[in-house]
């Protein structure tokens, strides 16, 4: 006889906490599902603010970098938050609020209206990732993190493939103006973060099971850390663990430049594909729906960009390589969260997920109006891949110094 036939209430017990497992996993994927919504949208909305407010690239550039930058600020300090009061609570309040923020966005009359609320949502929808992993990591144990997180960032690819395709049924389908790209969207987000709040639970011990006992430190001085301090550690306590910790250091430089690689891919692609002359091409797919190939292709992996610079922005053969693109560029992406409750144990997952989405959004949230400029400059669109390119190889260079 096994174990489960001698002990058939621990079988069902384990078949049970299998069952809450997943549906957390699940849950926080739904609610990511819809968050980028709130904030992936912009580079469509960029062609018509630049028709009403004749505003420059660059400019532009510029919003996108304050919404980046209030991003990464948030993730420094709300993953923290996290580990402090729950990545439950905090994720739906980011849903909510984000929702909120770019509604006042779609009423700018200007610059500083615009870049004000865009900002602010910045911070807002940093109320969302780390919170997620913080809560994921409370139910699985270091052995299937790897796989939970792949998941979980496939969910984030595929919230660009909706953030996507919502921006252009407002566009092209509803016939709308670049306001309701902030207004239309976001009301899914919203009710993500609330189905997410009321089916998601925080730990296993809230639904009557066991805590995992193998949060997965590697670090000897950290294990020794978290058993004297356990659930009573202090936010200065978390932060100083993370950050003395050299190898998740490492980890965020690398995935900075992966982000500043990403989002130029996200925020600028749309507007290569929807320049003045997008109804002109070879392709007898309409350019905004190429640009879908994007972020499907960040769903499901930077070689690639050379390749894309060297095509016509309206090519057929610009959809592969886009999807192709995408999927090198975002692909890594999964193995570097994982990395975080790994090297510093599951009670400062959350703070240390935001301490490395801070880097990672601090590379991107500087390109942007680098490469705003650079459009500017040069009349020529099909830059953007160089700029991914070489973004890319200084991310794969830092990373070959990461160690478990």
């Given at each position: 006889m096994?174990?489960?036939?001698t002990?058939?209430g621990?079988?069902?017990?384990?078949?049970?906490?299998?069952?809450?497992?997943w549906?957390?996993?699940l849950?926080?994927?739904?609610c990511y599902?819809?968050?980028?919504?709130g904030r992936?949208?912009f580079?469509?909305?960029i062609?018509?603010?630049?028709?009403e407010?004749?505003?420059?690239?660059?400019?532009?550039?510029?919003?996108?970098?304050?919404?980046?930058?209030?991003y990464?600020?948030?993730?420094?300090?709300?993953?923290?938050?996290?580990?402090?009061?729950g990545?439950?609570?905090?994720?739906?309040?980011?849903?909510?609020?984000?929702?909120?923020?770019?509604?006042?966005?779609?009423f700018a009359?200007?610059?500083?209206?615009?870049?004000?609320?865009?900002?602010?949502?910045?911070y807002?929808?940093?109320?969302?990732?780390?919170?997620?992993?913080?809560?994921i990591?409370?139910w699985?144990s270091?052995?299937?993190r790897?796989?939970?997180y792949?998941?979980y960032?496939?969910?984030?690819?595929c919230?660009?493939?909706l953030?996507y395709?919502?921006?252009?049924?407002?566009?092209?389908?509803?016939?709308?103006?670049?306001?309701w790209?902030?207004?239309?969207?976001?009301?899914l987000?919203?009710?993500?973060?609330?189905?997410?709040?009321?089916?998601a639970?925080?730990?296993?011990q809230?639904?009557?099971?066991?805590?995992?006992?193998d949060?997965?430190v590697?670090?000897?001085?950290?294990?020794?850390?978290?058993?004297?301090?356990?659930?009573v550690?202090?936010s200065?306590q978390?932060?100083?663990a993370?950050?003395?910790?050299a190898?998740l250091i490492?980890?965020?430089v690398s995935l900075?430049?992966?982000?500043?690689?990403?989002?130029?891919?996200i925020?600028w692609?749309?507007v290569?594909?929807?320049g003045?002359?997008?109804?002109?091409?070879?392709?007898?797919?309409?350019?905004?729906?190429?640009?879908?190939?994007?972020?499907?292709?960040?769903?499901?992996?930077?070689?690639?960009?050379?390749?894309m610079?060297?095509?016509?922005?309206?090519?057929?053969?610009?959809?592969?390589?886009?999807?192709?693109?995408?999927?090198?560029?975002?692909?890594?992406?999964?193995?570097?969260?994982?990395?975080?409750?790994d090297?510093v144990?599951?009670k400062?997952?959350?703070?240390?997920?935001?301490?490395m989405?801070?880097?990672?959004?601090?590379?991107?949230?500087?390109?942007e109006?680098?490469?705003?400029?650079?459009?500017?400059?040069s009349?020529?669109?099909?830059?953007?891949?160089?700029?991914?390119?070489?973004?890319?190889l200084?991310?794969?260079?830092?990373?070959?110094?990461?160690r478990?």
């Open positions: 096994n174990r489960a036939q002990m058939p621990l079988a069902v017990r384990t078949a049970s906490f299998r069952v809450a497992q549906r957390m996993l849950a926080a994927m739904f599902l819809f968050f980028y919504t992936q949208t580079g469509f909305a062609p018509g603010i630049q028709a407010f004749g505003l420059s690239k660059e400019t532009l550039g510029w919003a996108s970098a304050a919404m980046l930058w209030a990464a600020i948030g993730q420094a300090i709300n993953g923290n938050l996290a580990d402090k009061f990545g439950r609570r905090i994720m739906t309040l980011g849903a909510v609020l984000s929702c909120a923020a770019n509604w006042v966005t779609s009359g200007g610059f500083t209206s615009l870049i004000l609320p865009w900002g602010v949502n910045g807002f929808q940093a109320l969302g990732w780390a919170p997620g992993s913080r809560l990591s409370n699985w270091a052995g299937e790897g796989k939970v792949g998941f960032t496939f969910a984030a690819g919230a660009s493939i953030s395709v919502t921006s252009i049924v407002v566009l092209e389908v509803l016939q709308l103006e670049w306001r790209i902030f207004r239309l969207p976001v009301l987000m919203l009710a993500g973060g609330i189905i997410f709040y009321l089916v639970r925080e730990r296993p809230d639904m009557g099971f066991e805590p995992l006992a949060t997965g590697a670090n000897t001085d950290d294990k020794l850390q978290e058993a004297a301090y356990g659930e550690e202090t200065a978390r932060y100083k993370v950050l003395k910790n190898r490492i980890a965020a900075g430049f992966q982000n500043a690689a990403r989002y130029g891919l925020v692609v749309p290569h594909f929807l003045a002359n997008w109804k002109s091409g070879d392709s007898m797919i309409d350019p905004k729906w190429i640009t879908v190939a994007l972020p499907v292709g960040m769903a499901v992996g930077a070689a690639t960009s050379l390749w610079w060297s095509l016509p922005p309206h090519s057929a053969t610009g959809l592969v390589a886009l999807f192709l693109c995408g999927f090198f560029v975002y692909g890594p992406a999964s193995s570097f969260w994982a990395l975080c409750p090297l144990g599951a400062r997952a959350g703070t240390a997920t935001g301490v989405n801070f880097s990672s959004y601090l590379f991107a949230g500087l390109a109006p680098m490469i705003g400029r650079l459009l500017d400059s009349a020529n669109t099909s830059l953007i891949f160089i700029v991914v390119t070489s973004a890319c200084c991310s794969a260079a830092v990373a070959m110094f990461i478990r």
